[in-house]
C-alpha cells in the first residue's frame, strides 16, 4: 500500500502537467484565431476613407471656405464609415433643411426623425443591405456605404457657384463605375457658416 502511494502521487502529477500543457495550448490557438479575424475585419472595415482634395473649379470663395467644407464632408464620410450619421443634424439649417436626394426635401426635424429609425430612408440606403435587398427584391444592392468602400482612392473635385453655393463631386479613379451611384452635394453659406444643402 505505502509503496503505491509515491507511484500514485507521481502520476497525478504526470496528468496535471499533460492538462496545464494542452490547456495553454488550445487557450493560445484560440487567441491566434482571434486576433486574426480582428485583423482581417480592421483590413477590411478601417475608416476613414481615403479621401484627398482634387481639382477646385472656379472662384469666389477663400481657402479658408473650401477647407470648412471640405472638413465637413470628412466628417460625414467617416460617420458613414462607422455606420451613423451622429453629426449630419450639425451641418443642416434649421430654415433651409436638406435634399436628401434629387427630389426629395426634408426638414431638420424630419432628418431627425429619420435618423432615429431603424428602418428609415438612411437606414435602408446608406448602411443596411439586407433591408436594402429585401426592398427592391433582389440581391447584390449597393448601400452608400458600400459604394465607398469599394471604391477605393475618394477624390473631391469643388464646384464654386458663387459666394454662398458650392457643389461637389466624388470621383473614383480605381472604380468610376461606382460613381453613378451617388448624387452630387451641395453647400450653401449662410451667415459665416456652411450647411451642407443637398446629400451624397
Known amino acids: 500500500m505505502w509503496s503505491l502511494f509515491p507511484k500514485q502521487i507521481y502520476l497525478l502529477y504526470i496528468n496535471f502537467l499533460l492538462v496545464i500543457f ?3 495550448c488550445i487557450s493560445k490557438n484560440t487567441s491566434s484565431k482571434t486576433q486574426n479575424s480582428q485583423s482581417r475585419n480592421i483590413g477590411i472595415l478601417s475608416c476613414p476613407f481615403p479621401v484627398k482634395q482634387g481639382i477646385v473649379y472656379g472662384k469666389g470663395i477663400s481657402q479658408f471656405d473650401t477647407t470648412l467644407i471640405l472638413y465637413i ?6 460617420d458613414l464609415c462607422e455606420g451613423h450619421f451622429s453629426h449630419l443634424l450639425e451641418f443642416v439649417d434649421s430654415k433651409t433643411g436638406l435634399f436628401v436626394d434629387a427630389k426629395g426635401y426634408w426638414s431638420k426635424q424630419e432628418v431627425a426623425l429619420d435618423l432615429k429609425d431603424p428602418n428609415g430612408y438612411f437606414s435602408l440606403y446608406y448602411f443596411d443591405q439586407k433591408k436594402l435587398d ?15 468602400y469599394q471604391a477605393g482612392l475618394v477624390v473631391i473635385d469643388v464646384y464654386i457657384g458663387s459666394k454662398e453655393e458650392v457643389e461637389l463631386k466624388f470621383r473614383f479613379d480605381s472604380n468610376p463605375k461606382l460613381e453613378r451611384y451617388l448624387i452630387n452635394p451641395s453647400f450653401i453659406k449662410i451667415g459665416n457658416n456652411w450647411y ?5
Open 134 to 148: 429585401l426592398k427592391k427584391g433582389n440581391q447584390g444592392n449597393l448601400t452608400i456605404r458600400d459604394v465607398f
Open 196 to 200: 451642407l444643402h443637398r446629400m451624397f
Open 73 to 78: 464632408t470628412k466628417q460625414l464620410l467617416l
Open 22 to 24: 494542452f490547456s495553454s
